[in-house]
Structure formats: structure tokens, C-alpha cells
């Protein structure tokens, strides 16, 4: 792998979505919560001489793409994840800005149960393909804004290519969505694991999700 490439640990952090494109985060929290059922968020217009955003959120540009969008309504927007871990590989997020599990609150309980059943529609439209499908989010993501990962479990892309992108879907650095909701109802507030354990996990060895031999590369 050419070494000049950067390795993300997110499922779509293996570069910017629109590294050219894409904008900072707009302190109107309206470019994201948009109250009309049918229409999209609104991208916040360019100013001569502004500053270009970081890689992390380019998210908030893929989503504002009406291109991308694949499934909308008032409460999320449901976008195909740009560089899949999988044959089918979704991302579910919200209109309102809420920028990691960490920013979590109880008051978000019912967006993120309207979250789950929405990644539960998309893996019953895929039901004939016979494959495996998991929902949850990584603990600690690279890219900013919570977003669902909705990803059938053949894990047969070409855009997975490293130990972190295994790692982070087939390790507990993946939490599924149904104890994301159980710890916020239980706690008022979800904890990832502290940074050096999550390094730690996206480090695991190499190691089969199905029959959890040590070594991908015996089993594929």
C-alpha cells in the first residue's frame, strides 16, 4: 500500500469524501436539522476567501449531496458509505448536529431508536441476499457527525485494505446500536473506551468474525 496514503480507522476515513469540496462546519445548527419533510439540508453558501474545512467532516458535505442520498425523511439522512467495508455498506445520520456518541443525551433516545429501525428497513430490502448484517457505530470515529453503520458481514470490498479496517468492525471498537440505546437509557450518557484502548483494539491480530481463528488469511 503506497505509504503516502493516509490509514483512517473509520470504514470512510480512508480519505476525505470531497477533500477539494469540503466546507467547515456551520455554526447554524439549521444546515443540519431541517424541518420540512421533504426537503434537504441546505449547504451553507461559499464566501470569497473562506477557509476550506478539515477531512473529518466531510461527512456533513456527503450527506448535503442530494446525489447521495439514498433514503431521507425529517429526522435522518441515509447515504451509501463511500469507500464500503462490505457488498452493502450504509451510513444512517441525523439531520440535527450531534458530533460523537459522546454527545449524546437522553433527550436523543428517540432519534436514535428512529436510527435503528431505519438501518432495520435497509437490511430487510437486502433480505434474498442471504448475507449477515450488522448495526452499530464505532466508539471513537475519525469522522465528525454520529453516524450509523448499517454493513452486511461478507467484509468482501476492495476498500477494505488494513488490520484498523478489519479491526474496527469485527472488535469491539464496532458497538452496536441496541447497546448504544441500553447504555443511554441505563446512564443518561454513553463512555467509549479511553484513547489508548481503543488504539489497542484497532491493533488486535488479525482474527476471523466467523470462526475466530487467528489469522484472516488461513480462513479467505
Known amino acids: 500500500m503506497d505509504k503516502k496514503r493516509r490509514d483512517f ?33 441546505t449547504k451553507p453558501p461559499s464566501k470569497p476567501g473562506e477557509r476550506k474545512g478539515h477531512w473529518s467532516m466531510g461527512l456533513l458535505q456527503s450527506m448535503q449531496d442530494p446525489a447521495n442520498q439514498i433514503d431521507k425523511d425529517d429526522k435522518i439522512i441515509i447515504i451509501k458509505d463511500k469507500y464500503p467495508k462490505a457488498k452493502y455498506h450504509y451510513l444512517v445520520l441525523p439531520r440535527v448536529s450531534i458530533p460523537s456518541l459522546k454527545s449524546l443525551k437522553t433527550s436523543n433516545l428517540d432519534l436514535l431508536n428512529h436510527i435503528h429501525r431505519k438501518g432495520e428497513e435497509l437490511v430487510k430490502k437486502h433480505k434474498s441476499s442471504g448475507l449477515e448484517f450488522q448495526l452499530g457505530y464505532h466508539c471513537v470515529p475519525s469522522m465528525s457527525h454520529l453516524h450509523l453503520h448499517v454493513i452486511s458481514k461478507d467484509f468482501n470490498s476492495p476498500s477494505l485494505k488494513t488490520k484498523k479496517h478489519w479491526n474496527s468492525f469485527t472488535t469491539k471498537y464496532f458497538v452496536p446500536s441496541s447497546d448504544v440505546i441500553a447504555e443511554l437509557e441505563r446512564t443518561g450518557r454513553v463512555n467509549p473506551p479511553a484513547a489508548s484502548q481503543h488504539k489497542e483494539l484497532l491493533q488486535t491480530p488479525l482474527r476471523c468474525h466467523v470462526c475466530k481463528l487467528p489469522d484472516r488469511k488461513s480462513v479467505v
Not at 12 to 37: L, Y
Open 9 to 41: 480507522s473509520d470504514s470512510e476515513d480512508e480519505m476525505p469524501h470531497n477533500p477539494k469540496t469540503v466546507q467547515r462546519k456551520h455554526k447554524d445548527s439549521s444546515v443540519f436539522e431541517n424541518k420540512g419533510a421533504s426537503s434537504s439540508p
